[in-house]
């Protein structure tokens, strides 16, 4: 089965998942967006891609003041003539994706699409933004999302029948390693009258670091000793350490990391916290998780529904409620424990969330929408 997946760039997680879908299919990616870190095909992980890729002449549109930004191109028809897939895959919204939609259907091919948008985000959410998001998904001959939330806002929202409709789960690149390398081991002992919280993100008003620190204060009203690690960084980093000055504030800013900064910072901590709004998955759970650390996330993540799902795993509070979030901070030293038992039991939650079943999941859709095409008197 030939494969052809459009996409704006390399994401730091779908190169594992691409690779994974390479040695089931015959897989070609093309890229859409021509620069020259694209030449050198740098990801997060480090992970060099296994699939055959190529790049197609875009422009990108963005509108000054506005959270909109798309990827504008013209002859990839031809592109796809040459490439003669049995499937073409996306999971942008950008305006390429209906000339591969009218190719597919000239040439009657299948159209897979991949699905993260969820009712609560994004911005635009206007009658038109609709319009189009139905409308294309419901001329997919199938949709793989990556959790509940993208699922239900697809069938609830949208109206697409419910058997066109995959639901898997987004991998991270810690998951695979939390059992073989005991990522799951703290670092240092469980102390209930100083525990330890962790934020990771970018400093940007969306992933509310400000709320964070106005609850991060009522903790430390009932113990004193906690301490918040902000890691991180963006243009929010210098008011938000002028709010946190000073040696009794308990709150350290530590810059941006990642690899095995970014794993150490983890087993040296209790809780992660994740105050989000408009968080359409939110890796950064998949990743704590698989270091056995407590999540505390607001319902507008989207793994939050998918992986928080009992007490002992971690708790969703309603997003923009200070009060409920330092509650949620306070009652998660008060009622769990923080051994290595618990902390494992903390990392197999998302031993099912890997790139191999991700990528078996779209493998498994793509020869759904083959078989759906190849149907007597479909067209």
Known sequence: MRVVYLATAPLPYDTPILNELSRRVDLHVVYLRQSHAMSSFVDDFGIPPEFEWSTHRSVSVRLPGLDFWTQVTIGLTGKLERLRP?????????????EALAWKTVRRRSFLMWSESTRVSGLLRGRVSQLLRRAVLRSSDRIVTIGSQASAWITEDLGVPADKVTTSCLPSGFADEATTRGLFRRIGRFDAAAPRFLFVGRLVARKQPSRLLAAFTQVRAELPAATLTVVGDGPLRAELEARSSGDGSGV??????????????????????????????????????????????????GSAHDLLTTPA????????????????????????RHSDDERRV??????????????ADLHEAARAAVRGRRQPGRR
């Not at 795993?313 to 409620?321: A, K, L, N, Y």
């Not at 306070?330 to 769990?336: L, R, S």
């Open 86 to 98: 049995d499937v073409v895959m996306s999971k942008s919204w950008n305006p390429f994706i209906l």
């Open 252 to 301: 350290t800013f530590a810059g941006w990391a990642e690899g095995d900064e970014l794993r150490r910072a983890m087993r040296e901590h209790d809780v992660l916290v994740l105050p989000s709004e408009r968080e359409v998955w939110g890796l950064v759970v998949n990743e704590a998780l698989a270091h056995g650390l407590y999540v505390i996330a607001t319902d507008d993540v």
């Open 346 to 359: 903390r990392s197999q939650v998302i031993a099912e969330c890997s790139a191999e079943q991700f990528a």
């Open 313 to 336: 795993v971690g708790t969703r509070v309603p997003v923009h409620d200070t009060v409920a979030l330092a509650t949620a901070m306070t009652a998660a030293v008060a009622t769990q």
